[in-house]
């Protein structure tokens, strides 16, 4: 059964960083693209960035470039998210999710992906 479980959120104060884990298994890690979604209370889901299977970046948000980082560990089936400098408007429930494509999807395409994360919960806050 393919699963994907997130780890590595928590309370950070502004200015700080997190690195955020997605861990997956029960499916060929190395065919899929990953991407890191966010979802603050009250609004729409969203995707924050995507790493194909050819470590192909893409940037769905403006506001993360400069602050935010993934990369990808075949050998571990696990991929991360390195936030850098967060301020309070990034707290959101991060999930990740995966996508049998070389290509990332969209960023609003939740359809677009075949499995998804629980999601955690990273709160910036003094």
């Known amino acids: 059964q393919a699963q994907l479980v997130e780890s590595g959120g928590g309370l950070v104060q502004p200015g700080g960083s997190l690195r955020l884990s997605c861990a997956g298994s029960g499916f060929i890690f190395d065919y899929y693209s990953i991407g890191w979604f966010r979802q603050a209370p009250g609004k729409e889901r969203s995707g924050v960035l995507c790493?194909?299977?050819?470590?192909?970046?893409?940037y769905y948000e403006d506001s993360v470039k400069g602050r935010f980082t993934i990369s990808r560990d075949n050998a571990k089936n696990t991929v991360y998210l390195q936030m850098n400098s967060l301020k309070p408007e990034d707290t959101a429930v991060y999930s990740c999710?995966?996508?049998?494509?070389?290509?990332?999807?969209?960023?609003?395409?939740?359809?677009?992906?075949?499995?998804w994360g629980q999601g955690t919960q990273v709160t910036v806050s003094s």
């Open positions: 790493i194909n299977r050819n470590d192909g970046i893409t």
């Open positions: 999710a995966a996508r049998l494509s070389g290509i990332c999807g969209s960023r609003y395409g939740r359809d677009e992906y075949d499995y």
